[in-house]
């Protein structure tokens, strides 16, 4: 499982852009909720944690810090796949590396998607 605190500089700007939380908050919240903290008890207990911080808006930092979470696994098993083809060139891996959305990642790896065999080229073979 990927970690919290493993997620790129950038994927937490956004994060923070998107919740409205300064980064400052972002932070002290994500390491708690890594150690357990639930929602509630961030919302109600550590409110000087949080910057203030209601369940609704938190809820919704969980929600998109698990987004990210799988995103950034993604991002891996895309480059993964494109390095064991040998068609990963450095500008590649730099467009790669700086996409935050899925549909840009999806566009990057299309070309370089493993083409499945249909019906009827596996029937064409034989």
Known sequence: MQTLTNLPAATYLKIAEEVKV???????????LERG???PFLARYRKHVTGGLDEDRLWLLVER????????????EV???IREQGRLTPDLRDRIAATLE????DDLYFPHRPQRK???AAAREK
């Open 65 to 76: 810090l698990a987004y990210y979470g799988e995103f950034e696994q993604r991002r891996q």
């Open 37 to 39: 903290a639930t929602v």
């Open 118 to 120: 249909g019906r009827a």
């Open 102 to 105: 899925q549909t840009e990642l």
């Open 79 to 81: 480059l993964r796949s």
């Open 22 to 32: 300064p980064l400052a908050s972002l932070v002290p919240v994500i390491t708690l």
